[in-house]
């Protein structure tokens, strides 16, 4: 019988990708309009998509790689997320971060995803601003959180890694802002320009003579007789040995692991370029990145000229949405949120009105694993990031590539032997009781 793979829906994207509007205008790459013949196929150009087109080219240099997006390159999650790589237990359905498995297992497997990126960064001659080990810190707005950074402290002590604790007058010193109680600091994560990482790594393959199309999302693939695939876009399509889905949640899309993976949005904003005067008002450093002590918090950042403009990024609220569609009335109410809490956090710049406002999808399973394993014959999954797009999505599309050139590796050993995301509880309870919890976490951290 054959084997037939149809989207049932395709990619939306809700407001502007505003990592990628403040870099500018790129040349895009052209509209699959064609039929051809590859070796592998990797459908969409995220972390992972493009990380498992490095890794293919790495392990096979002579092979014909093609790289398929449904919308332009940095315009998906890579240009809506916060741009954080963590390399430590970040468990986001905890109440303070630290995971449940593995986590020695797990800061292994994300430094290798660090050192992946920061050897293209090398490689690729990406921009070192986009790209900064600068370290992140777990902001504390009250005692509870504090408390939640006191014990995330001790399991990183367990764990045999180092963080620094920082209080009120140190939080201020960084941030400008008198909000926080106090703050724990780790080093080991990577600040990015997510939308600038992924152009310069799309430009760095480009140049390896991996060909990438955008605009052409895939509706079907399908076995053909002998074992290759017949790959169909809109207006083209590609017969290829191996086809490598890096789509994330839109993996359920395509028919995978219905009804097992949970499809969430954040939402966020961002100021305009900060002048002299708001500047000064502002005080604090350059450059810093805030993940909130309880995971149901707000993350901030600010960054500067590197970067794309001295600007500040607030990101909060959550709602699971298994139709992938976002209404007006979300929208609102997430920017008038995010308004309230940027105001909070700096009076000083109170009433400033955000120039970008956008949504950016996240898959996560009840049981937070990964998809990132073999589907079929030559069918190759590296998605569902449960929230860590930018080392996951890295890490997974390395592990889908190896699988697909039967190369084994300690990456693709972790994930293949995950089991499978749990089934969710049927709709419309799945829906409404998910999103009233997630209400109510966000009113428990509603300071945070």
């Known amino acids: 019988m054959t084997q037939r793979y149809t989207a049932s829906r395709l990619p939306k994207q809700f ?6 509007a403040i870099l500018g205008q790129r040349t895009p790459n052209p509209i699959l309009e064609d039929n051809l013949t590859a070796d592998f196929v990797v459908i969409g150009a995220g972390f992972a998509g493009l990380s498992a087109a490095r890794r293919l080219r790495q392990l096979q240099p002579t092979a014909s790689i093609v790289l398929l997006d449904a919308g332009e390159i940095a315009e998906g999650g890579a240009g809506r997320n916060s741009g954080f790589m963590i390399d430590l237990p970040h468990e986001l359905t905890s109440e303070d971060y630290a995971g449940a498995g593995d986590d020695k297992t797990l800061i292994q497997l994300n430094r290798k995803a660090i050192s992946f990126a920061s050897q293209a960064v090398e490689e690729y001659c990406i921009d070192p601003n986009y790209f900064d080990p600068v370290g ?19 399991h990183l ?12 007058q140190d939080m201020y010193d960084l941030t400008g802002s008198r909000h926080y109680l106090s703050g724990l ?9 997510p939308a600038g990482y992924i152009r310069g790594l799309a430009d ?4 390896q003579d991996v060909t990438i199309y955008e605009n052409s999302p895939v509706t079907s693939f399908e076995k053909q ?28 899309s395509f028919g995978i692991e219905k009804g097992r993976l949970m499809q969430l949005f954040l939402y966020a904003v961002m100021t305009p370029e900060l002048d002299e005067d708001a500047l000064k008002k502002l005080g604090g450093k350059p450059r810093w990145g805030i993940t909130p002590s309880d995971p149901m918090g707000t993350t901030m950042r600010r960054i500067n000229t590197g970067q794309g403009g001295n600007r500040i990024v607030t990101r909060t609220c959550a709602s699971l949405k298994p139709n992938l569609d976002i209404s007006k009335s979300d929208m609102a109410r997430t920017a008038s949120t995010m308004q309230r809490k940027f105001n909070q956090r700096f009076p000083q710049l109170a009433g400033i009105k955000m ?29 569902v990031q449960n929230g860590l797009g930018t080392a996951r999505g890295t890490l997974t599309g390395i592990g889908a590539a190896e699988l697909a050139c039967g190369d084994e590796s300690d990456i693709a050993a972790f994930f293949n032997q995950e089991t499978a995301p749990k089934k969710l509880p049927p709709q419309p309870f799945q829906q409404i009781g998910a999103n009233l919890v997630l209400r109510y976490k966000e009113w428990v951290a509603r300071d945070e």
């Open 15 to 20: 407001g502007p990708a505003a990592w990628n």
């Open 136 to 154: 992140k810190v777990n902001g504390a707005a009250s005692q509870r959180a504090d408390d939640h950074n006191t014990s995330y402290q001790k």
């Open 157 to 168: 002590a367990s764990l045999g890694e180092k963080s620094q604790r920082l209080d009120q």
């Open 185 to 193: 600091y780790s080093p080991g994560t990577v600040m990015l320009q």
């Open 204 to 207: 760095g393959l480009k140049a």
């Open 225 to 252: 007789p002998g074992g290759s695939y017949l790959v169909k876009t809109s207006k083209g399509s590609i017969s290829t040995g191996k086809v490598i889905l890096t789509v994330n949640g839109h993996l359920e």
């Open 355 to 383: 120039e970008y406002h956008w949504a950016g999808h996240l898959c996560l399973s009840l049981n937070n694993v990964s998809v990132m394993r073999q589907i079929d014959d030559n069918v190759y999954a590296g998605c």
